[in-house]
C-alpha cells in the first residue's frame, strides 16, 4: 500500500508530521537574523539532549562525517589510539583513526557482547607512559543491538587522562547518556537515528580538552575544521552554507523532545525494548544481546533454524510494510535487526510483534500463535496502562 511503509531499520527513522511540513517550506538564508535565532535554539536544545554545557557543532554531513571530524580535528600521525570494538561501527572510528596515520590499538569483543572493563583496565594500566592520546567507543552498537556500559569505561579512561570519544549516533536521545558527567570530550550523533528526522546532519560536542587537542593539530582539514566552526558558532551559524531545510525540521523535532521530556523519551525507549525482547522470547527465538547489555534502540534476532532472513525481511515488506534490517558484514543473513528509536510508540512495537508472529508461523515457525501479545498484555498487568 503506497505511503504505508514502516522503517524498523536503525536508521532512516520514521518521521512526524510536523517535522516533514517544517522541511516543505522554502529555505531562509543562513546568514540571517531569522535563521541565527533558529540555529542558536537547535544549538541549547541539542546541549540539553546531551547534557552537556560543551559547544556542540553541526555538519551537513551523515554521522561518519562527524566520526571523521572527531579524529582529523585531534589525532596526529604517531599518535597512540585505542579502539574500543564490538560490532562494524566500533571498528568504522578504528580504521578512520587508522587512516589519519594512528598507531592503533583495538580491544575487540565477541559479536553480542559489549567490552568488559576488566579488559580496558588492563590495556590501559600497561600504558605506563601514558601514549594512548584517545579512546574511542561505542555507546550503541547498531549492528548487534549491544550497548557498551560507559558508566563502567569512562571512569577508568578519565583516571588514565586519554581523550574520550563517543560514538552516541543510536544512542543520543534514545538511552541515558550525561555528557558532562561522565566527561566526554568529543560525543557524536545524527539527526536520522533518535532525533526523528531525515538524514543529512551529524552533530559533534567538544569539550575544552578536546579543543586543546584541536589547538596542537597538524592534520590538514578544511569543512571540518573545529575552528571555523568555533568562529561561526559565535555568530549563531555555520561557516559553510548548512542544510538549512533539515536544520529547521530538527528545531520542530527538539521541540517535541523538549515536551517529552530527556528522561521520559530514555524510559520510553527501554519500555518499547522491553516488550519487544518480551514477545520475541516467547516466540521462542534467540536475541543475539543479553538483556543487560542489549541497546535500547536496536534490537538483532537470529532467525529460526531452516528460516532464512532474506525470507524474513521480504515477508514483513510485503505482507507488512514494515521494513527491517538484515545483519552487517559478518553478520549478513545471519541475524536480522529491528529498530525501535526515535518517533516510536507502544503501537509501533504491537504492530511490529504481530508482524514478526505472522511473518515466522507463514514460513514454517513452530510457536504459539499470540504468544508475543500475551506477554505484553503480562506486562500491561504490572504497568498503570492497565490498572487491575
Ligand atoms: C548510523 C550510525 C553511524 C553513522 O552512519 P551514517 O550512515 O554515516 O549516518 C555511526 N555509528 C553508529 C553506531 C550508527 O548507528
Known amino acids: 500500500m503506497q505511503d504505508k511503509d514502516f522503517l524498523m531499520i536503525p536508521g532512516p527513522t520514521p518521521v512526524p508530521e510536523s517535522v516533514l511540513l517544517a522541511l516543505a517550506k522554502h529555505p531562509i538564508g543562513h546568514r540571517s537574523k531569522e535563521f541565527s535565532k533558529i540555529f542558536s535554539s537547535v544549538n541549547e536544545k541539542l546541549k540539553a539532549v546531551a547534557k552537556t554545557q560543551n559547544d556542540v557543532f553541526i555538519y551537513t554531513a551523515s554521522g561518519t562525517g562527524a566520526m571523521e571530524a572527531a579524529i582529523s580535528n585531534t589525532i596526529n600521525a604517531g599518535d597512540k589510539v585505542l579502539s574500543l570494538v564490538i560490532g562494524v561501527f566500533g571498528q568504522r572510528f578504528a580504521d578512520i583513526a587508522k587512516l589519519y596515520g594512528a598507531d592503533l590499538e583495538i580491544i575487540k569483543a565477541e559479536m553480542g557482547k559489549a567490552i568488559d572493563p576488566k579488559d580496558l583496565k588492563a590495556k590501559l594500566a600497561a600504558d605506563t ?98 575552528n571555523q566552526a568555533k568562529k561561526a558558532l559565535a555568530d549563531n551559524t555555520t561557516p559553510w552554507t548548512p542544510n538549512v531545510s533539515l536544520i529547521i525540521a530538527l528545531n520542530v523535532a527538539l521541540d517535541m523532545m523538549m515536551a517529552e521530556g530527556i528522561d521520559q523519551i530514555t524510559a520510553r525507549h527501554k519500555r518499547l525494548r522491553d516488550i519487544l525482547r518480551t514477545g520475541i522470547k516467547a516466540l521462542n527465538l534467540k536475541l543475539l544481546a543479553e538483556d543487560e547489555t542489549a541497546s535500547a534502540a536496536i534490537t538483532a534476532i537470529y532467525p529460526p533454524e531452516n528460516i532464512a532472513v532474506p525470507a524474513i525481511r521480504a515477508a514483513f515488506k510485503n505482507d507488512w510494510n514494515i521494513v527491517v534490517a538484515n545483519g552487517q558484514k559478518e553478520l549478513l543473513d545471519k541475524i536480522f535487526r529491528m529498530g525501535h528509536l526515535g518517533f516510536v510508540s507502544e503501537r509501533d512495537i504491537l504492530t511490529g510483534l504481530t508482524a514478526l508472529e505472522a511473518v515466522l508461523i507463514k514460513l514454517g515457525h513452530k510457536c504459539d500463535a499470540g504468544a508475543a501479545i500475551k506477554a505484553y498484555q503480562e506486562i500491561l498487568k504490572e504497568s498503570e496502562l492497565c490498572p487491575a
Request: net charge negative; charged share 20%; aromatic share 8%.
Open 129 to 226: 607512559e601514558r601514549k594512548i592520546k584517545a579512546v574511542t567507543l561505542t555507546h550503541s552498537e547498531t549492528s548487534t543491538g549491544t550497548a557498551n556500559n560507559l558508566k563502567a569505561l569512562i571512569p577508568l579512561i578519565k583516571e588514565h587522562g586519554a581523550l574520550v570519544m563517543v560514538d552516541a549516533v543510536t544512542s543520543l536521545g534514545c538511552m541515558e547518556l550525561d555528557t558532562d558527567e561522565l566527561g566526554i570530550d568529543i560525543l557524536v550523533s545524527g539527526s536520522q537515528k533518535g532525533f526523528m528526522v531525515p538524514p543529512g546532519l551529524s552533530f559533534i560536542f567538544v569539550s575544552d580538552k578536546a579543543m586543546a587537542a584541536k589547538a596542537v593539530c597538524k592534520q590538514p582539514g578544511y569543512y571540518f575544521c573545529w
